[in-house]
DNA sequence: TATGGGTTAGTGAATACTAACAAACACTGA
DNA sequence: TCAGTGTTTGTTAGTATTCACTAACCCATA
């Protein structure tokens, strides 16, 4: 878990914001403070420099994503834990939108090699939490078994982010949790056999 | 179709790779006359502005996807024509790899209004045109029939986006053809009834 | 009296873009 | 045949603006 302090949150919270509405672009240090409502230096005194404010924005998300996948009582059917994840990212991103600009566009990030490899580690991260889950199902008798859990996890993963993307992209005008709730029923007729 | 000079070509093809390589705050007038071999002045000769060579890159990806979506005989079996049009946009990327780091992260466009239009045109037209295809398939008995297209059409794009972004993250250090078929034999399975 | 968190004023570098000029070339009219 | 002319595409040298970041100072509080 980070430790940031407040003011260093609300410095990473305006930072994802911006990054949402103007895109990495728009990250600028006079845009960050002019959103907070105090001058640039006073942001230095809160942050070595802009590098350090996009790892705590990185690790904001780590801990983001990390807590949905605290995978709860693993004795249920699996497909209703796969829904239940899924629907507490869901519930994330409709309380913070602009988290959706950043967690699913980890190339926003990219141009910086210091920056590729924690997010490499984010990605992969959860995608293995996603197939130990689907594997389990699948000993469990909840999953089809006649696709490697590796693959159902590209389907399931995938179909999600675009979803989500679709959704920042048209200006969050469209009601998310029912898409969301369409699409799980459509991956649940598509997982089980 | 977009008409543009040998020179106009070369610079829209310099930045695909600038922004492949160093994101969208490597697409700079320096970064495209340096990669080119001429002066930054020279650039405004063949473009009015850097909006304009954006507009360019944007143009080139829709003549691109579009190219692939010629659905091409339409008689065939619908999940071999998916496979089809599929690999051939696999092998676009696979030619050109930095084309991955910008057809599907359409973000990188949307901090400019002007800008976020055509981006998202782009994306719609082309969903619908992958669930026209779906929807002949249903027709005809290729293609179970108990989700809706839309929904058919969200996992496979999205599986798909998801697979190759992977690949533009990991340095295009896997064999993106292998995985796709692997990905389509699973498509296949979820999609036939 | 030291510290944490703010300020104003300023740095050099990078940004998109412009002004003014020059060389290569095609096309004219005599 | 060939000077003259215009167009195209390049150049060098510059612009104003914005960028991340620093120096020096201030002031409330522990």
Redesign the interface.
């Known amino acids: 878990m980070s430790e940031y302090t407040a003011r260093q949150n609300q410095i990473i919270q305006e930072s994802i914001q911006l990054i949402a509405q103007?895109?990495?672009?728009?990250l600028t240090i006079k845009n960050i403070s002019r959103a907070i409502g105090i001058s640039e230096p006073a942001i230095y005194r809160h942050f070595e420099n802009k590098n350090d404010i996009i790892l705590g924005i990185i690790s904001v998300l780590k801990d983001t994503t990390g807590e949905n996948f605290q995978s709860g009582s693993a004795d249920r059917n699996t497909i209703e834990l796969l829904k239940t994840m899924i629907h507490r990212h869901t519930e994330r991103f409709i309380a913070n939108p602009s988290l959706t600009?950043i967690v699913f566009?980890?190339?926003?990030?990219?141009?910086?090699s210091l920056l590729?490899e924690p997010?490499?580690n984010l990605?992969s991260m959860n995608q293995n939490k996603l197939i130990a889950v689907i594997e389990r199902g699948q000993s469990a008798g909840d999953i089809r078994t006649?696709?490697?859990a590796k693959?159902?996890s590209?389907?399931v993963?995938?179909?999600?982010?675009?979803?989500v993307?679709?959704w920042?992209?048209?200006d969050y005008n469209f009601d998310l949790k029912t898409e969301v709730d369409?699409?799980l029923a459509?991956?649940e007729?598509?997982l089980v056999e």
């Open positions: 103007k895109g990495i672009q728009g600009a566009a980890e190339e926003i990030f990219t141009n910086d590729r997010i490499r990605m006649d696709l490697t693959q159902l590209l389907v993963i995938g179909s999600f982010r675009f979803l993307s679709k920042h992209l048209m369409a699409l459509s991956l007729k598509l």
